[in-house]
Protein backbone atom coordinates (compact mmCIF):
# COMPACT_ATOMS: atom_id res chain seq x y z
CA UNK A 1 0.00 0.00 0.00
CA UNK A 2 1.07 3.73 -0.71
CA UNK A 3 1.56 5.79 2.49
CA UNK A 4 -0.88 7.94 3.85
CA UNK A 5 -1.84 11.37 2.95
CA UNK A 6 -3.66 14.14 4.33
CA UNK A 7 -4.08 16.80 1.57
CA UNK A 8 -6.82 17.94 -0.60
CA UNK A 9 -5.76 16.82 -2.64
CA UNK A 10 -4.13 13.19 -2.25
CA UNK A 11 -2.75 12.50 -5.15
CA UNK A 12 -0.72 15.75 -5.31
CA UNK A 13 2.41 14.61 -2.41
CA UNK A 14 2.30 11.06 -4.11
CA UNK A 15 6.02 9.91 -4.69
CA UNK A 16 8.12 7.46 -6.54
CA UNK A 17 8.68 5.74 -4.10
CA UNK A 18 4.68 5.56 -3.07
CA UNK A 19 3.73 4.43 -6.16
CA UNK A 20 6.44 1.59 -5.81
CA UNK A 21 5.15 0.28 -2.64
CA UNK A 22 1.43 0.29 -4.23
CA UNK A 23 2.84 -1.68 -7.94
CA UNK A 24 5.87 -2.28 -7.25
CA UNK A 25 9.33 -1.55 -9.77
CA UNK A 26 8.12 -3.68 -12.70
CA UNK A 27 4.57 -2.23 -13.33
CA UNK A 28 6.17 1.64 -12.13
CA UNK A 29 8.34 1.30 -14.88
CA UNK A 30 5.71 -0.21 -17.63
CA UNK A 31 2.99 2.43 -16.09
CA UNK A 32 5.57 5.61 -16.97
CA UNK A 33 6.41 3.97 -20.52
CA UNK A 34 2.50 3.80 -21.17
CA UNK A 35 1.95 7.36 -20.19
CA UNK A 36 4.87 8.67 -22.01
CA UNK A 37 3.79 6.89 -24.95
CA UNK A 38 0.21 8.47 -24.97
CA UNK A 39 -1.67 5.69 -23.92
CA UNK A 40 -4.34 7.89 -21.16
CA UNK A 41 -7.06 9.48 -23.23
CA UNK A 42 -9.91 11.41 -21.76
CA UNK A 43 -8.26 11.99 -18.14
CA UNK A 44 -11.11 13.23 -15.55
CA UNK A 45 -12.00 13.16 -12.00
CA UNK A 46 -15.51 12.05 -10.91
CA UNK A 47 -17.52 14.02 -7.88
CA UNK A 48 -15.33 11.46 -4.76
CA UNK A 49 -11.73 12.52 -5.96
CA UNK A 50 -11.13 9.65 -7.90
CA UNK A 51 -9.12 9.97 -11.30
CA UNK A 52 -10.67 8.06 -14.32
CA UNK A 53 -9.68 7.19 -17.24
CA UNK A 54 -9.08 5.13 -21.23
CA UNK A 55 -5.68 3.38 -21.17
CA UNK A 56 -5.43 1.79 -24.82
CA UNK A 57 -3.28 -1.47 -24.55
CA UNK A 58 -3.81 -4.98 -25.98
CA UNK A 59 -7.40 -3.50 -26.08
CA UNK A 60 -8.97 0.30 -24.66
CA UNK A 61 -9.60 -0.52 -20.77
CA UNK A 62 -11.11 1.69 -18.58
CA UNK A 63 -9.34 2.41 -15.43
CA UNK A 64 -10.07 4.01 -12.12
CA UNK A 65 -7.49 5.34 -9.18
CA UNK A 66 -8.50 6.27 -6.01
CA UNK A 67 -8.34 6.71 -2.14
CA UNK A 68 -9.68 4.22 -0.17
CA UNK A 69 -9.00 4.86 4.07
CA UNK A 70 -6.04 6.92 3.10
CA UNK A 71 -4.97 4.31 0.85
CA UNK A 72 -4.13 4.37 -3.15
CA UNK A 73 -6.65 1.68 -4.72
CA UNK A 74 -7.29 0.98 -8.39
CA UNK A 75 -10.21 -0.81 -10.59
CA UNK A 76 -9.26 -1.61 -13.94
CA UNK A 77 -10.85 -4.00 -16.47
CA UNK A 78 -8.05 -5.66 -18.14
CA UNK A 79 -7.01 -9.41 -17.37
CA UNK A 80 -4.30 -8.26 -14.14
CA UNK A 81 -5.11 -9.47 -10.59
CA UNK A 82 -3.17 -6.62 -9.08
CA UNK A 83 -2.42 -2.93 -9.25
CA UNK A 84 -1.52 -3.14 -13.13
CA UNK A 85 0.34 -0.22 -15.61
CA UNK A 86 -2.69 0.76 -16.74
CA UNK A 87 -3.67 2.64 -13.05
CA UNK A 88 -0.18 3.76 -13.02
CA UNK A 89 -0.24 5.48 -16.05
CA UNK A 90 -3.12 6.88 -15.03
CA UNK A 91 -1.90 8.56 -11.71
CA UNK A 92 1.63 9.36 -13.46
CA UNK A 93 -0.35 11.60 -16.01
CA UNK A 94 -2.73 13.25 -13.56
CA UNK A 95 0.03 14.71 -11.74
CA UNK A 96 1.94 15.67 -15.17
CA UNK A 97 -1.00 17.53 -15.85
CA UNK A 98 -1.33 19.23 -12.47
CA UNK A 99 2.39 20.20 -12.94
CA UNK A 100 1.65 21.86 -15.62
CA UNK A 101 -2.37 23.26 -14.62
CA UNK A 102 -3.69 21.71 -17.30
CA UNK A 103 -7.46 22.02 -17.02
CA UNK A 104 -8.98 18.17 -15.66
CA UNK A 105 -12.40 18.10 -16.71
CA UNK A 106 -15.16 16.33 -13.99
CA UNK A 107 -17.26 13.01 -15.62
CA UNK A 108 -20.94 12.82 -15.92
CA UNK A 109 -23.62 10.96 -14.43
CA UNK A 110 -23.56 8.47 -17.74
CA UNK A 111 -19.95 8.17 -18.40
CA UNK A 112 -19.27 4.75 -19.90
CA UNK A 113 -16.06 4.46 -18.04
CA UNK A 114 -17.76 4.47 -14.76
CA UNK A 115 -20.66 2.56 -15.76
CA UNK A 116 -18.36 -0.44 -17.03
CA UNK A 117 -16.12 -0.30 -14.43
CA UNK A 118 -19.50 -0.82 -11.92
CA UNK A 119 -20.26 -4.03 -14.14
CA UNK A 120 -17.53 -5.10 -14.37
CA UNK A 121 -16.51 -5.59 -11.00
CA UNK A 122 -20.26 -6.13 -9.56
CA UNK A 123 -20.22 -9.43 -11.61
CA UNK A 124 -16.91 -10.64 -9.69
CA UNK A 125 -18.46 -9.48 -6.34
CA UNK A 126 -21.51 -12.32 -7.51
CA UNK A 127 -18.40 -14.84 -7.05
CA UNK A 128 -18.68 -16.38 -2.88
CA UNK A 129 -15.82 -17.29 -1.02
CA UNK A 130 -17.10 -20.60 -0.53
CA UNK A 131 -17.42 -21.19 -5.23
CA UNK A 132 -15.91 -24.01 -6.82
CA UNK A 133 -12.91 -22.41 -8.58
CA UNK A 134 -12.48 -25.56 -10.40
CA UNK A 135 -14.48 -24.79 -13.31
CA UNK A 136 -13.06 -20.95 -13.66
CA UNK A 137 -9.27 -22.14 -14.73
CA UNK A 138 -8.48 -18.71 -16.54
CA UNK A 139 -10.31 -16.10 -14.07
CA UNK A 140 -8.77 -13.03 -16.52
CA UNK A 141 -10.88 -15.63 -19.39
CA UNK A 142 -13.55 -15.12 -17.17
CA UNK A 143 -13.84 -11.77 -16.40
CA UNK A 144 -13.83 -11.07 -20.61
CA UNK A 145 -16.54 -13.45 -21.51
CA UNK A 146 -18.99 -11.71 -18.60
CA UNK A 147 -18.07 -8.44 -20.31
CA UNK A 148 -18.40 -9.68 -23.84
CA UNK A 149 -21.53 -11.43 -23.19
CA UNK A 150 -23.14 -7.95 -22.27
CA UNK A 151 -23.29 -7.86 -26.00
CA UNK A 152 -23.59 -11.13 -27.09
CA UNK A 153 -26.73 -12.21 -25.83
CA UNK A 154 -28.90 -9.19 -27.27
CA UNK A 155 -26.67 -9.90 -30.64
CA UNK A 156 -27.83 -13.47 -30.79
CA UNK A 157 -31.35 -13.01 -29.69
CA UNK A 158 -31.70 -11.01 -32.62
CA UNK A 159 -31.03 -13.68 -35.10
CA UNK A 160 -33.81 -16.28 -36.28
CA UNK A 161 -32.86 -20.12 -35.98
CA UNK A 162 -31.59 -20.42 -39.82
CA UNK A 163 -29.43 -17.34 -39.24
CA UNK A 164 -27.96 -19.03 -35.84
CA UNK A 165 -27.05 -22.09 -38.37
CA UNK A 166 -25.77 -19.63 -41.14
CA UNK A 167 -23.30 -17.59 -38.77
CA UNK A 168 -22.32 -20.92 -37.00
CA UNK A 169 -21.24 -22.52 -40.09
CA UNK A 170 -19.16 -19.54 -41.04
CA UNK A 171 -17.45 -19.44 -38.11
CA UNK A 172 -16.79 -23.26 -38.52
CA UNK A 173 -15.34 -22.84 -41.86
CA UNK A 174 -13.54 -20.03 -40.55
CA UNK A 175 -12.12 -20.90 -37.18
CA UNK A 176 -10.51 -24.85 -37.15
CA UNK A 177 -11.04 -24.89 -33.43
CA UNK A 178 -14.46 -24.29 -33.73
CA UNK A 179 -14.85 -26.79 -36.29
CA UNK A 180 -13.29 -29.22 -33.87
CA UNK A 181 -15.02 -28.12 -30.63
CA UNK A 182 -18.22 -28.62 -32.50
CA UNK A 183 -17.01 -32.44 -33.98
CA UNK A 184 -16.75 -33.58 -30.28
CA UNK A 185 -20.51 -32.41 -29.29
CA UNK A 186 -21.54 -34.31 -31.81
CA UNK A 187 -19.68 -37.62 -31.46
CA UNK A 188 -20.23 -36.81 -27.35
CA UNK A 189 -23.77 -36.45 -27.87
CA UNK A 190 -23.93 -40.06 -29.90
CA UNK A 191 -21.45 -41.74 -27.48
CA UNK A 192 -19.51 -43.02 -29.89
CA UNK A 193 -15.93 -40.69 -29.20
CA UNK A 194 -13.32 -43.02 -30.80
CA UNK A 195 -12.58 -40.52 -33.33
CA UNK A 196 -12.44 -38.26 -30.64
CA UNK A 197 -9.90 -40.09 -28.49
CA UNK A 198 -7.61 -40.82 -31.85
CA UNK A 199 -7.88 -37.01 -32.64
CA UNK A 200 -7.05 -35.50 -28.92
CA UNK A 201 -4.04 -38.57 -29.25
CA UNK A 202 -2.98 -36.79 -32.38
CA UNK A 203 -3.49 -33.94 -31.22
CA UNK A 204 -0.91 -34.93 -27.98
CA UNK A 205 1.37 -36.43 -30.33
CA UNK A 206 1.83 -32.89 -32.23
CA UNK A 207 2.12 -30.76 -29.40
CA UNK A 208 4.93 -33.13 -27.58
CA UNK A 209 7.15 -32.92 -30.96
CA UNK A 210 8.62 -29.50 -29.95
CA UNK A 211 10.47 -28.61 -26.92
CA UNK A 212 9.72 -25.64 -24.84
CA UNK A 213 11.85 -23.18 -24.40
CA UNK A 214 12.53 -19.30 -22.50
CA UNK A 215 15.50 -16.72 -23.20
CA UNK A 216 14.20 -14.57 -20.37
CA UNK A 217 16.93 -11.87 -21.03
CA UNK A 218 15.00 -11.17 -24.73
CA UNK A 219 11.91 -11.85 -23.39
CA UNK A 220 11.53 -14.66 -26.39
CA UNK A 221 10.75 -18.48 -25.84
CA UNK A 222 7.71 -21.03 -26.69
CA UNK A 223 5.07 -23.02 -24.45
CA UNK A 224 2.81 -25.86 -25.83
CA UNK A 225 -0.70 -24.72 -25.61
CA UNK A 226 -1.97 -27.46 -23.96
CA UNK A 227 -5.37 -26.10 -22.77
CA UNK A 228 -7.36 -27.51 -26.04
CA UNK A 229 -6.45 -30.98 -24.41
CA UNK A 230 -7.17 -30.07 -20.95
CA UNK A 231 -10.61 -29.28 -22.29
CA UNK A 232 -11.42 -31.91 -24.20
CA UNK A 233 -10.23 -34.54 -21.50
CA UNK A 234 -12.75 -32.87 -19.30
CA UNK A 235 -15.61 -33.16 -21.79
CA UNK A 236 -14.91 -36.73 -21.82
CA UNK A 237 -14.76 -37.41 -17.83
CA UNK A 238 -17.95 -35.00 -17.85
CA UNK A 239 -19.71 -37.54 -19.94
CA UNK A 240 -18.08 -40.48 -18.68
CA UNK A 241 -15.68 -41.44 -20.82
CA UNK A 242 -13.09 -42.43 -17.94
CA UNK A 243 -11.60 -45.32 -19.10
CA UNK A 244 -10.69 -43.37 -22.37
CA UNK A 245 -9.11 -40.76 -20.50
CA UNK A 246 -7.48 -43.17 -17.81
CA UNK A 247 -6.33 -44.46 -20.95
CA UNK A 248 -4.99 -40.83 -23.14
CA UNK A 249 -3.58 -40.33 -19.82
CA UNK A 250 -0.77 -42.71 -20.58
CA UNK A 251 -0.35 -41.38 -23.72
CA UNK A 252 0.01 -38.03 -22.68
CA UNK A 253 3.03 -38.77 -19.79
CA UNK A 254 4.61 -40.97 -21.91
CA UNK A 255 4.87 -38.63 -24.78
CA UNK A 256 5.26 -35.54 -22.19
CA UNK A 257 8.12 -36.84 -20.33
CA UNK A 258 9.97 -37.06 -23.52
CA UNK A 259 8.67 -33.38 -24.39
CA UNK A 260 10.38 -32.21 -20.94
CA UNK A 261 13.22 -33.99 -21.30
CA UNK A 262 14.39 -31.92 -24.22
CA UNK A 263 12.69 -28.48 -22.88
CA UNK A 264 14.46 -26.02 -21.56
CA UNK A 265 12.25 -23.48 -19.22
CA UNK A 266 11.60 -23.15 -16.06
CA UNK A 267 8.93 -25.09 -15.52
CA UNK A 268 6.18 -23.78 -18.14
CA UNK A 269 6.13 -26.75 -20.12
CA UNK A 270 5.35 -29.07 -17.62
CA UNK A 271 2.38 -27.23 -15.71
CA UNK A 272 0.82 -27.18 -19.03
CA UNK A 273 0.93 -31.04 -19.16
CA UNK A 274 0.16 -31.75 -15.47
CA UNK A 275 -3.23 -29.61 -15.51
CA UNK A 276 -3.54 -32.35 -18.25
CA UNK A 277 -2.93 -34.87 -15.51
CA UNK A 278 -4.83 -33.50 -13.11
CA UNK A 279 -8.10 -34.51 -15.33
CA UNK A 280 -6.83 -38.05 -15.70
CA UNK A 281 -6.03 -38.45 -12.18
CA UNK A 282 -10.10 -37.42 -11.54
CA UNK A 283 -11.19 -40.23 -13.66
CA UNK A 284 -8.90 -42.87 -12.54
CA UNK A 285 -10.94 -43.76 -9.50
CA UNK A 286 -14.25 -43.93 -12.04
CA UNK A 287 -12.78 -46.10 -14.46
CA UNK A 288 -13.88 -49.78 -14.81
CA UNK A 289 -10.47 -50.87 -13.64
CA UNK A 290 -10.77 -52.93 -10.40
CA UNK A 291 -9.62 -50.99 -7.17
CA UNK A 292 -6.33 -53.07 -7.12
CA UNK A 293 -5.52 -52.21 -10.67
CA UNK A 294 -5.99 -48.65 -10.21
CA UNK A 295 -4.10 -48.37 -7.82
CA UNK A 296 -1.23 -50.15 -9.87
CA UNK A 297 -1.85 -47.72 -12.52
CA UNK A 298 -1.33 -44.77 -10.08
CA UNK A 299 2.03 -46.04 -8.80
CA UNK A 300 3.14 -46.96 -12.51
CA UNK A 301 2.58 -43.49 -13.41
CA UNK A 302 4.75 -42.06 -10.83
CA UNK A 303 7.52 -45.19 -11.06
CA UNK A 304 7.33 -43.45 -14.27
CA UNK A 305 7.63 -39.51 -13.56
CA UNK A 306 10.47 -37.67 -12.45
CA UNK A 307 9.53 -34.17 -13.42
CA UNK A 308 6.23 -33.92 -10.97
CA UNK A 309 4.13 -34.54 -14.04
CA UNK A 310 1.78 -36.40 -11.72
CA UNK A 311 1.55 -34.01 -8.23
CA UNK A 312 -1.89 -34.13 -9.15
CA UNK A 313 -2.45 -37.53 -7.98
CA UNK A 314 -2.62 -37.20 -4.49
CA UNK A 315 -6.32 -36.66 -5.58
CA UNK A 316 -6.28 -40.37 -6.02
CA UNK A 317 -4.40 -41.39 -3.11
CA UNK A 318 -6.21 -39.37 -0.56
CA UNK A 319 -9.52 -41.63 -1.39
CA UNK A 320 -10.09 -44.43 1.14
CA UNK A 321 -8.61 -47.89 -0.34
CA UNK A 322 -9.36 -51.49 1.13
CA UNK A 323 -6.85 -53.20 3.33
CA UNK A 324 -7.24 -56.47 0.80
CA UNK A 325 -6.37 -54.12 -2.26
CA UNK A 326 -3.43 -53.15 -0.61
CA UNK A 327 -2.32 -56.34 -0.07
CA UNK A 328 -2.96 -57.48 -3.66
CA UNK A 329 -0.70 -54.25 -4.80
CA UNK A 330 2.01 -55.20 -2.43
CA UNK A 331 2.14 -58.63 -4.06
CA UNK A 332 2.07 -57.60 -7.64
CA UNK A 333 5.44 -55.54 -6.52
CA UNK A 334 7.15 -57.63 -4.63
CA UNK A 335 6.92 -60.06 -7.67
CA UNK A 336 8.03 -57.18 -10.02
CA UNK A 337 10.63 -56.58 -7.60
CA UNK A 338 12.41 -59.97 -7.58
CA UNK A 339 12.15 -60.34 -11.69
CA UNK A 340 14.26 -56.30 -11.73
CA UNK A 341 17.61 -56.05 -12.80
CA UNK A 342 20.87 -55.55 -11.25
CA UNK A 343 22.43 -52.87 -12.81
CA UNK A 344 23.57 -49.63 -11.76
CA UNK A 345 22.03 -47.23 -13.62
CA UNK A 346 18.20 -49.26 -12.24
CA UNK A 347 19.90 -48.80 -8.40
CA UNK A 348 16.84 -45.57 -8.11
CA UNK A 349 14.11 -46.92 -9.99
CA UNK A 350 14.77 -50.57 -7.60
CA UNK A 351 14.47 -48.09 -4.49
CA UNK A 352 11.57 -45.89 -5.98
CA UNK A 353 10.32 -49.31 -6.20
CA UNK A 354 11.03 -50.48 -2.76
CA UNK A 355 9.46 -47.36 -1.54
CA UNK A 356 5.75 -48.00 -2.90
CA UNK A 357 6.69 -52.03 -1.48
CA UNK A 358 7.06 -50.82 2.13
CA UNK A 359 3.88 -48.61 2.01
CA UNK A 360 1.68 -51.05 0.27
CA UNK A 361 3.17 -53.71 3.16
CA UNK A 362 1.94 -51.34 5.90
CA UNK A 363 -1.43 -50.56 4.54
CA UNK A 364 -1.97 -54.07 4.35
CA UNK A 365 -0.92 -54.64 8.11
CA UNK A 366 2.57 -56.85 7.48
CA UNK A 367 4.75 -54.54 9.41
CA UNK A 368 6.99 -57.66 10.28
CA UNK A 369 7.82 -57.50 6.42
CA UNK A 370 9.92 -54.22 6.34
CA UNK A 371 12.71 -54.40 8.27
CA UNK A 372 13.87 -58.11 6.33
CA UNK A 373 12.99 -56.04 2.53
CA UNK A 374 15.26 -53.04 3.43
CA UNK A 375 18.13 -55.10 4.74
CA UNK A 376 18.08 -57.11 1.67
CA UNK A 377 17.70 -53.69 0.03
CA UNK A 378 20.46 -52.00 1.63
CA UNK A 379 23.14 -54.53 0.14
CA UNK A 380 22.02 -54.01 -3.26
CA UNK A 381 21.08 -50.21 -3.54
CA UNK A 382 23.50 -48.73 -1.04
CA UNK A 383 19.64 -47.71 0.46
CA UNK A 384 21.12 -47.93 4.26
CA UNK A 385 19.60 -44.56 5.23
CA UNK A 386 15.71 -45.89 4.53
CA UNK A 387 16.71 -49.09 7.01
CA UNK A 388 18.70 -47.69 9.81
CA UNK A 389 15.48 -45.21 10.10
CA UNK A 390 13.33 -47.74 10.09
CA UNK A 391 15.33 -49.95 13.04
CA UNK A 392 15.12 -46.64 14.66
CA UNK A 393 11.41 -46.50 14.97
CA UNK A 394 11.45 -50.07 16.11
CA UNK A 395 14.00 -48.80 18.64
CA UNK A 396 16.35 -51.32 17.69
CA UNK A 397 19.19 -49.36 18.34
CA UNK A 398 21.73 -51.89 18.92
CA UNK A 399 21.15 -53.72 14.87
CA UNK A 400 20.88 -49.62 14.25
CA UNK A 401 24.33 -49.14 15.33
CA UNK A 402 25.79 -52.35 13.50
CA UNK A 403 24.07 -50.93 9.92
CA UNK A 404 25.33 -47.20 11.02
CA UNK A 405 28.84 -48.36 10.84
CA UNK A 406 28.76 -51.05 7.76
CA UNK A 407 26.56 -48.26 5.35
CA UNK A 408 29.35 -45.80 6.21
CA UNK A 409 32.08 -48.10 5.23
CA UNK A 410 30.12 -49.28 2.06
CA UNK A 411 29.64 -45.65 0.74
CA UNK A 412 32.05 -43.33 2.63
CA UNK A 413 33.66 -43.32 -0.59
CA UNK A 414 31.34 -43.60 -3.49
CA UNK A 415 28.11 -42.21 -1.64
CA UNK A 416 29.54 -39.55 0.98
CA UNK A 417 26.59 -37.89 1.47
CA UNK A 418 24.82 -41.24 2.57
CA UNK A 419 27.93 -41.88 4.98
CA UNK A 420 27.06 -38.47 6.06
CA UNK A 421 23.37 -39.46 7.06
CA UNK A 422 24.15 -42.60 8.59
CA UNK A 423 26.81 -39.88 10.43
CA UNK A 424 23.73 -37.92 11.84
CA UNK A 425 21.88 -40.86 12.75
CA UNK A 426 24.33 -41.91 14.84
CA UNK A 427 24.24 -38.66 16.35
CA UNK A 428 20.50 -38.82 17.26
CA UNK A 429 21.38 -42.22 18.70
CA UNK A 430 23.68 -40.72 21.05
CA UNK A 431 21.21 -37.58 21.79
CA UNK A 432 18.34 -39.92 23.27
CA UNK A 433 21.05 -41.64 25.41
CA UNK A 434 22.10 -38.44 26.46
CA UNK A 435 25.93 -38.83 25.74
CA UNK A 436 26.67 -35.17 25.12
CA UNK A 437 30.39 -36.00 24.67
CA UNK A 438 29.98 -38.22 21.73
CA UNK A 439 27.55 -35.93 20.19
CA UNK A 440 30.24 -32.93 20.60
CA UNK A 441 32.67 -35.32 18.94
CA UNK A 442 30.21 -36.19 16.07
CA UNK A 443 29.63 -32.70 16.01
CA UNK A 444 33.13 -31.83 15.89
CA UNK A 445 34.03 -34.06 12.75
CA UNK A 446 31.22 -32.32 10.94
CA UNK A 447 32.80 -29.11 11.82
CA UNK A 448 36.63 -29.61 10.61
CA UNK A 449 35.50 -31.42 7.36
CA UNK A 450 33.21 -28.87 6.75
CA UNK A 451 33.77 -25.33 8.30
CA UNK A 452 30.66 -23.23 7.91
CA UNK A 453 29.03 -20.92 10.50
CA UNK A 454 26.74 -23.49 10.98
CA UNK A 455 28.51 -26.14 11.48
CA UNK A 456 30.12 -23.83 14.11
CA UNK A 457 26.85 -22.92 15.79
CA UNK A 458 25.57 -26.77 16.19
CA UNK A 459 29.13 -27.89 17.29
CA UNK A 460 28.87 -24.91 20.29
CA UNK A 461 25.42 -26.20 21.03
CA UNK A 462 26.27 -30.12 21.52
CA UNK A 463 29.58 -28.98 23.54
CA UNK A 464 27.62 -26.45 25.98
CA UNK A 465 25.55 -29.59 26.30
CA UNK A 466 29.03 -31.67 27.03
CA UNK A 467 30.13 -28.66 29.38
CA UNK A 468 33.11 -28.42 27.29
CA UNK A 469 32.67 -25.47 24.56
CA UNK A 470 34.88 -22.96 27.33
CA UNK A 471 38.15 -25.86 26.65
CA UNK A 472 37.77 -26.45 22.90
CA UNK A 473 36.81 -22.77 21.53
CA UNK A 474 40.27 -21.53 21.26
CA UNK A 475 41.31 -24.73 19.68
CA UNK A 476 38.39 -24.36 16.85
CA UNK A 477 39.06 -20.82 16.27
CA UNK A 478 42.91 -21.63 16.22
CA UNK A 479 42.23 -24.49 13.38
CA UNK A 480 40.04 -21.42 11.17
CA UNK A 481 43.19 -19.40 11.50
CA UNK A 482 45.74 -21.96 10.92
CA UNK A 483 44.24 -25.20 10.16
CA UNK A 484 45.62 -27.52 12.68
CA UNK A 485 43.13 -30.19 13.85
CA UNK A 486 43.42 -30.30 17.54
CA UNK A 487 43.70 -33.74 19.14
CA UNK A 488 42.49 -35.49 22.30
CA UNK A 489 43.82 -34.15 25.39
CA UNK A 490 43.62 -32.20 28.00
CA UNK A 491 43.18 -29.11 25.58
CA UNK A 492 41.05 -31.21 24.10
CA UNK A 493 38.74 -33.01 25.88
CA UNK A 494 36.07 -34.84 23.20
CA UNK A 495 36.88 -38.18 22.56
CA UNK A 496 37.05 -40.17 19.14
CA UNK A 497 34.05 -40.36 17.93
CA UNK A 498 32.20 -43.79 17.93
CA UNK A 499 32.17 -43.97 13.62
CA UNK A 500 35.21 -43.35 11.29
CA UNK A 501 35.67 -39.83 10.09
CA UNK A 502 34.41 -39.00 6.60
CA UNK A 503 37.48 -38.38 4.39
CA UNK A 504 38.83 -34.57 3.43
CA UNK A 505 37.00 -34.06 0.02
CA UNK A 506 38.56 -30.48 -0.93
CA UNK A 507 41.78 -28.36 -0.04
CA UNK A 508 41.48 -25.64 2.27
CA UNK A 509 43.01 -22.01 2.34
CA UNK A 510 43.79 -20.64 5.61
CA UNK A 511 42.83 -19.03 7.91
CA UNK A 512 39.24 -19.40 6.43
CA UNK A 513 38.12 -15.65 6.51
CA UNK A 514 34.98 -16.06 5.39
CA UNK A 515 34.08 -18.44 8.24
CA UNK A 516 35.97 -16.39 10.76
CA UNK A 517 34.02 -13.38 9.47
CA UNK A 518 30.81 -15.06 9.87
CA UNK A 519 31.14 -16.11 13.32
CA UNK A 520 32.47 -12.64 14.35
CA UNK A 521 28.89 -11.34 12.98
CA UNK A 522 26.55 -13.62 14.16
CA UNK A 523 28.93 -12.91 17.84
CA UNK A 524 28.22 -9.45 17.07
CA UNK A 525 32.05 -8.34 17.10
CA UNK A 526 32.44 -6.06 14.67
CA UNK A 527 35.99 -5.37 15.37
CA UNK A 528 37.16 -9.10 14.67
CA UNK A 529 34.36 -8.48 11.17
CA UNK A 530 36.79 -5.55 10.28
CA UNK A 531 40.15 -7.29 11.08
CA UNK A 532 39.55 -10.67 8.72
CA UNK A 533 37.74 -8.36 6.15
CA UNK A 534 41.00 -6.28 5.78
CA UNK A 535 42.74 -9.24 5.64
CA UNK A 536 40.62 -10.61 2.61
CA UNK A 537 43.35 -9.63 -0.32
CA UNK A 538 46.07 -11.37 0.97
CA UNK A 539 44.44 -14.38 0.24
CA UNK A 540 44.05 -15.85 -3.96
CA UNK A 541 40.84 -14.75 -5.27
CA UNK A 542 40.31 -13.33 -1.81
CA UNK A 543 39.89 -9.61 -3.26
CA UNK A 544 36.13 -10.30 -4.43
CA UNK A 545 32.87 -11.63 -2.84
CA UNK A 546 29.87 -12.00 -3.70
CA UNK A 547 27.27 -9.61 -3.08
CA UNK A 548 25.62 -11.05 -0.99
CA UNK A 549 28.84 -11.25 1.25
CA UNK A 550 29.75 -8.02 1.00
CA UNK A 551 26.29 -6.57 2.22
CA UNK A 552 26.22 -8.71 4.48
CA UNK A 553 29.48 -7.34 5.62
CA UNK A 554 27.83 -4.03 5.51
CA UNK A 555 25.00 -4.20 7.81
CA UNK A 556 27.46 -5.50 10.50
CA UNK A 557 29.45 -2.84 10.11
CA UNK A 558 26.84 -0.03 9.67
CA UNK A 559 26.68 0.94 13.63
CA UNK A 560 29.95 1.07 14.60
CA UNK A 561 31.87 1.85 11.53
CA UNK A 562 29.66 3.55 9.45
CA UNK A 563 31.92 4.93 6.61
CA UNK A 564 33.26 1.02 5.97
CA UNK A 565 29.89 0.20 5.03
CA UNK A 566 28.75 2.93 2.79
CA UNK A 567 32.02 2.29 0.66
CA UNK A 568 31.02 -0.74 0.33
CA UNK A 569 27.78 -0.12 -0.47
CA UNK A 570 28.74 2.56 -3.05
CA UNK A 571 31.34 0.19 -4.90
CA UNK A 572 28.20 -2.84 -4.68
CA UNK A 573 25.96 -0.26 -6.31
CA UNK A 574 28.56 0.60 -8.77
CA UNK A 575 29.25 -2.60 -9.90
CA UNK A 576 25.69 -3.22 -10.40
CA UNK A 577 24.92 0.17 -12.38
CA UNK A 578 27.95 -0.93 -14.46
CA UNK A 579 25.83 -4.13 -16.04
CA UNK A 580 23.42 -1.78 -17.80
CA UNK A 581 20.48 -3.94 -16.94
CA UNK A 582 17.27 -2.79 -15.31
CA UNK A 583 17.17 -5.37 -12.85
CA UNK A 584 20.85 -4.82 -11.56
CA UNK A 585 19.86 -0.81 -11.22
CA UNK A 586 16.77 -2.10 -9.13
CA UNK A 587 19.68 -4.15 -6.95
CA UNK A 588 21.70 -1.15 -6.49
CA UNK A 589 18.72 1.10 -5.47
CA UNK A 590 18.55 -1.09 -2.79
CA UNK A 591 21.89 -0.38 -1.65
CA UNK A 592 21.66 3.07 -2.70
CA UNK A 593 18.62 3.56 0.19
CA UNK A 594 20.74 2.06 2.86
CA UNK A 595 23.75 4.60 2.10
CA UNK A 596 20.48 7.42 1.81
CA UNK A 597 20.01 6.01 5.59
CA UNK A 598 23.26 6.36 6.97
CA UNK A 599 23.93 9.55 5.77
CA UNK A 600 20.48 10.97 7.02
CA UNK A 601 21.65 9.60 10.19
CA UNK A 602 24.34 11.55 10.24
CA UNK A 603 23.05 14.47 9.13
CA UNK A 604 25.18 14.14 6.32
CA UNK A 605 22.04 14.85 3.93
CA UNK A 606 24.31 17.33 1.29
CA UNK A 607 26.82 14.74 1.09
CA UNK A 608 24.29 12.57 -0.06
CA UNK A 609 22.86 14.93 -2.48
CA UNK A 610 25.81 14.88 -3.88
CA UNK A 611 26.79 12.13 -4.22
CA UNK A 612 23.00 11.34 -5.96
CA UNK A 613 24.07 13.88 -8.41
CA UNK A 614 26.73 12.59 -9.46
CA UNK A 615 25.63 9.58 -10.38
CA UNK A 616 23.05 11.36 -12.23
CA UNK A 617 25.50 13.15 -14.03
CA UNK A 618 28.41 10.05 -14.94
CA UNK A 619 24.76 7.94 -16.33
CA UNK A 620 22.63 10.43 -17.76
CA UNK A 621 22.15 8.69 -20.81
CA UNK A 622 20.67 5.52 -18.58
CA UNK A 623 17.08 6.49 -18.56
CA UNK A 624 15.43 3.34 -16.58
CA UNK A 625 18.61 4.19 -13.92
CA UNK A 626 17.24 8.05 -13.71
CA UNK A 627 13.95 7.15 -13.18
CA UNK A 628 14.99 5.06 -9.99
CA UNK A 629 16.84 7.50 -8.66
CA UNK A 630 14.02 9.76 -8.71
CA UNK A 631 12.30 7.21 -6.24
CA UNK A 632 15.03 7.93 -4.13
CA UNK A 633 14.77 11.50 -3.46
CA UNK A 634 11.35 11.09 -2.38
CA UNK A 635 10.08 14.08 -3.35
CA UNK A 636 6.40 14.65 -4.13
CA UNK A 637 6.43 13.31 -9.02
CA UNK A 638 5.13 16.82 -9.22
CA UNK A 639 7.87 18.64 -7.75
CA UNK A 640 10.12 16.21 -10.17
CA UNK A 641 8.76 16.60 -13.44
Not at 274 to 284: E, I, Q, Y
Request: charged share 35%; with cysteine.
Amino acid sequence: MARKRKKTDPFEGLTWNDLTAWAGNKIVSRGKNYQRSGYVKDLAHTPDGSLVAWVDGTERYATQVFFEDDELESDCTCPYWDTCKHAVAVVVDYLEKLKKTAKIPKTTKKDRRVKLLKEFFDDEAGFDEDDDFDDFEDVDYQKHKEVDNRFLDPFLKKHTKAQLVELIKELAGRYPLIMAHLRDQNNLSKGDVSDMVGSIRNEIQELSLEPGWQNYWRGEGYTPDYSGVRHRLKALFDQGHTDEVVALGEALLESGIRQVEMSHDEGETEEEIASCMDVVFRALPESSLSPADQMLWAVDRELEDQYALCEGIEVFWQQKHEKADWNILADRLIKRLSRFSKAENHRYRRDRLTDWIITAIEKSGRDDEIIPLCEQEAVRTDSYVRLVRFLMEAKQWKSAEKWISKGIRATDKKWPGIAGQLRESLREIREKQGDWLQVAALRADDFFINPSLETFQTFQKAARKANVWKKVKPAVLNYLETGKIPKPGSLWPLPEADVPKAKERRSKQFPLIGTLIDIAIAEKRPDEVIHWYDQRKSQKFGGWWSEFQEDKIAKALADDYPDRAVDIWKRLAANLIAQVKPKAYEKAAVHLTKIQRILKRRSKDKEWGIYLANIRKEHARKIKLLEILDGLNDKPIVDIF
